[in-house]
């Protein structure tokens, strides 16, 4: 089946630890992106790539980074220096990153549940 | 000012019942407009685009209006599985961000 997967679904991780975050697709999009959503806030863009080895910082970036070395896969880890790293994950992808008149459909993962304890 | 706004709800509504919801933008240069339904504890998933001239998919009718800078979503006949939050979403001309409202929850009521 094509389509994007993220795990793991559920993680626990201790306050100081990084921890990364699994964004796959098989879709053949170019493009990829990371939300977070938080109770009561509309999703807000961590960071996106609109092509393999490039990506840009989002809305929120501090306390993040990425990779994205093959196309298909877009890796979050969540650092220390994240001050408040519990919330819902979600990965997205798209045929291209936009820059016509209309940007294309983004697909979302699952998403990944993040509770730091 | 929110860039895009939405009521939060909940709206409980019978089934069968319709049921509208606005959201507003503020950015007089979005050029495209989406709603997205998101189940409780899943991922988002588009719903429908919003066109200028408005359009329909079976019981949803989307409409814009661009000179009070609102979108909105029109659902008929509402079913039990229409239960969700319906998420506005806006976009700027050859920007590839979109930009979210935190969504309006919607129950429908046996």
């Known amino acids: 089946d094509g389509g994007i997967t993220q795990s793991p679904k559920y993680l626990f991780r201790k306050e100081g630890q990084n921890v990364t975050l699994s964004c796959e697709q098989n879709l053949n999009h170019d493009a990829m992106y990371w939300y977070r959503q938080d109770p009561g806030q509309g999703l807000r863009l961590i960071y996106y790539s609109q092509i393999v080895n490039d990506f840009q910082k989002g809305d929120i970036a501090e306390g993040y980074s990425v990779s994205r070395e093959k196309k298909e896969s877009f890796p979050l880890t969540v650092t220390s220096a994240q001050k408040n790293p519990t919330a819902f994950y979600l990965c997205?992808?798209?045929?291209?990153?936009?820059?016509?008149?209309?940007?294309?459909?983004?697909?979302f993962g699952p998403g990944t549940r993040l509770t730091v304890l | 000012r929110k860039e895009v706004e939405q009521d939060p709800g909940p709206f409980n509504v019978p089934e069968g019942a319709t049921v509208a919801f606005n959201c507003t933008y503020s950015?007089?240069?979005?050029?495209?407009f989406f709603w997205y339904r998101q189940d409780c504890r899943k991922e988002p998933k588009l719903l429908m685009s919003v066109y200028s001239s408005g359009n329909e998919d079976g019981r949803f009718t989307a409409q814009l209006n661009r000179a009070s800078q609102y979108i909105s979503l029109l659902i008929r006949d509402s079913k039990l599985s229409d239960s969700a939050t319906y998420l506005c979403v806006v976009n700027d001309f050859g920007n590839e961000k979109l930009t979210f409202g935190t969504g309006t929850r919607l129950t429908i009521i046996p």
């Open positions: 950015n007089s240069a979005s050029q495209s």
């Open positions: 997205a992808s798209s045929i291209d990153g936009g820059g016509g008149q209309v940007p294309d459909t983004q697909y």
